[in-house]
């Protein structure tokens, strides 16, 4: 998997592991190979046996790796898809003091302010550096993108008031916007928070933006079929079991199993939606 162990990715992948291991009949071992931007575990995967053995815990960073890698040794787009298994929720999260209480204000304090207001981003190409430039390209504004290492670097920060803006991922800002030590204006999903669902999405607010970020199980390239969908439809059937719902709940994760049809065009429509914003916001990682 492309995720370091103690990640709410990696807690979602043993749960999956010890639910898929008594229904097909094989030891199942999650195998932490993170690094690169996900790129060491993917290419492991990627040059595997395509038998279904070796299958890939990957992320919606696998739609824009070939724009940002334009060298990798494998074709992240050739994997054979089984299922997103969980959304990603991002919340979009301002300082508590930043005079701005919905997306709408937030849009109009940046177009009078253009390049004033400094919005935090884990590094070039990282998911919440693309999704700050996603909104400042659906919206006509311009903010001042502050690279960090790490999105736990980004948080104090921006609890601190020495940032404005952030582009999080649910699981991380939800206890701050909670206890008051920051606000969330809105989620970057195609659905509402169940933890905060007064909060409207950005489509909601007016805003074009209807994507999420995903975690999603793939297999090597030319998988046959008929395994893809074995493994599919066993992991389907995770949905009517109330104790795995919760137990995924509790690890931050948003339980959302499809199959490798409707896979396949979630990757198709995000790889487009990336590829060209990566172009034309001229993103690159030098």
């Known amino acids: 998997m492309q995720f370091p162990p103690g990640t ?33 575990a993917a290419d492991f995967v990627a040059k595997s ?25 494998f074709d992240p787009l050739a994997f ?26 937030l849009v109009a304090y940046a177009r009078n302010n253009p390049g004033v207001l400094a919005c935090g ?26 690279p960090y290492k ?3 670097l980004i948080m104090p920060d921006l609890i601190a008031g020495r940032i404005d803006v952030m582009f999080s991922a649910a699981d991380g800002v939800l206890p701050h916007i909670q206890a008051g030590r920051l606000k969330g204006i809105a989620t970057v999903d195609n659905r ?33 079929t008929a395994i893809t969908r074995r493994i599919s439809d066993e992991l389907r059937l995770m ?5 795995i719902l919760q137990r995924v709940s ?8 499809d199959g490798p049809d409707e896979m396949r065009k979630t990757i198709s429509k995000d790889h487009e939606v990336w590829t060209q914003l990566i172009r034309d916001a001229r993103i690159t990682l030098e």
Do not use: C
């Open 8 to 40: 709410t990715p990696d807690t979602l992948a043993r749960i999956v592991a010890e639910y898929l291991q008594p229904r097909l009949g094989q030891p199942v071992v999650v195998d932490n190979r993170p690094g690169a931007a996900g790129n060491i």
């Open 49 to 73: 046996v395509p038998d279904g053995y070796t299958l890939l815990l990957g992320q919606s960073g696998l739609t824009w790796a070939s724009a940002l890698f334009p060298k990798l040794p």
């Open 80 to 105: 054979a898809p089984i299922s997103v298994l969980a959304g990603v929720p991002f919340v979009v999260t301002v300082r508590k003091d930043l005079p701005v209480k919905s997306v709408q204000e």
């Open 121 to 146: 981003t884990s590094g070039n190409g990282s998911p919440q550096h693309l999704l700050a430039e996603l909104f400042m390209n659906k919206t006509g504004t311009k903010m001042n993108l502050v």
């Open 150 to 152: 790490g999105t736990n």
């Open 192 to 224: 509402r928070l169940a933890a905060l669902p007064d909060l409207p999405t950005l489509a909601e607010s007016g805003i074009p933006v209807n994507t999420m970020m995903w975690v999603g199980l793939l297999s090597a390239p030319n998988t046959p």
């Open 239 to 243: 949905r009517n079991s109330p104790a």
């Open 250 to 257: 509790a690890a931050g994760n948003d339980l959302r199993v």
